[in-house]
């Protein structure tokens, strides 16, 4: 269960220079025939598992929607940097236990899969975790507790659960670059895309008893879609930006 909890004004600009350039970038090289084109188009459908059908005027568009996902949510990342909401974790779930099964589900095909090691590599990046704890809750509204809990994580896009089914891997990537994360925070916003975009391979891959309705994924993909458009409305605050996507 989840809570969102509501935190700081998601419209204010971080007052960080690395965040700013990013920001920069982004409205400078912007398509604006391509702005145009998703601020006004209608979500038709999919085509397939990956391309979404789009309209706009009498022109159909096909949209890979794991590149529109990516793009869509490295942007919020940018613009609410420092200025997260929280989904609060009704039950804190243990770091050294996230990091575990993420370990296990990277070397599940290795032959040199070993449990004491995973034991060290978790116990160590569970300390990590927590020595940047404040850090991570500032910037990222990630909430690490003193006992070695995840309590919170950030919401990215409104009204959008991300996919908690990869919050194990998206630890275990924090820890493997804590030096990295510490000197440049845009390696960790980038990080963020792990846990809230679904790659063309979740996408392809079945889950559970292998039957995996499209009506799942279809849910998603509209929601992404009027996210997108509804942020390309808002683009004369600077909210959005688009740039060349394939």
Known sequence: MFILRKRRNPKE????????????????????????????????????????????GTHLYLANVVNLSKELMYQQVLRRFAHFNAIQLSNPAP???????????????????????????A???????????????EFFC????????????????????????RVPEFMLSLANDYELILQNFPSTQAKLHVYTVRTQKQINSPIGDGLV???RFLIHIEHLVMEFNAAALHSKDKSFKVGGLA
């Open 95 to 121: 770091l050294f236990e996230l990091l575990i099964l993420a370990l296990k589900e990277e070397y599940a095909n290795s032959e040199c899969e070993n449990d004491d090691f995973n034991e060290k590599v």
């Open 213 to 215: 309705p499209i009506s």
């Open 142 to 165: 990630i909430s690490i507790d003193r006992n070695g809990n995840l309590a919170s994580l950030p919401v990215v896009l409104d009204q959008y659960t991300p996919d908690m089914d």
């Open 123 to 137: 116990e160590t990046s569970t300390k990590l975790l927590k020595l940047k704890a404040e850090m991570l809750e």
């Open 13 to 56: 600009s971080a007052n960080l220079t690395s965040i700013q350039d990013l920001v920069a970038d982004i409205d400078k090289n912007f398509h604006a025939g391509l702005l145009n084109t998703v601020r006004h188009c209608v979500y038709i459908g999919m085509a397939d598992d990956v391309f979404a059908l789009l309209q706009h």
